[in-house]
């Protein structure tokens, strides 16, 4: 049984935490009382966000499991705060990636799983809306590959390569 376990990038959440726990810190710091109310309470959701980004990256620091298992049969994808998600080799008809960017700066990307037998058929009016990206609607299950210690072209290459044995 070759069982590939992949575990988080303490890298990258090292840097999400020191600049969350940065702009948190320095948020105590800066004086409100001479600002307009809709500029306090946008610096208070601007706080409570960094916040929880600090707690997400602590959660990730210390996390000793694996984020994603591949077995001989299955995808075993754990999520940081609630149960993990199987999916046999079976069941699944291909991957593709997904990508978000910001004016040219790559932010997210992701492998998305479509099954054979899925749950989520667009409808006709789905595909005429999106009759270029209706394929994205489709997609049941998603690899978030930004946290994993792996690169998504090597992962999906490794998933690919299962599909193929089954």
Known sequence: MDDKNYYTNKLKSFILFIISAFFSVSFMYYDLGNKKIFSVI??????IFLTFGW???LF???RRK???TITDGQIIIYNVFSKPFTINFKDISSFYISSNSFRGIKTTEQINIILKTS???PSNRARKKN????????ADASIQTDILN?????????????????
């Not at 946008?42 to 706080?47: E, G």
């Not at 009759?131 to 489709?138: D, K, S, Y």
């Not at 792996?150 to 089954?166: A, C, G, H, P, Q």
């Open 55 to 57: 707690i997400f990256s």
């Open 66 to 68: 694996p984020l994603l």
């Open 42 to 47: 946008i610096a208070y959701f601007a706080f």
């Open 131 to 138: 009759n270029i990206f209706w394929l994205f609607l489709t």
């Open 150 to 166: 792996i690169k998504t072209k090597d992962l999906l290459k490794i998933l690919n390569n299962r599909i193929s044995k089954k």
């Open 119 to 121: 749950a989520k058929k």
């Open 60 to 62: 990730l620091l210390f």
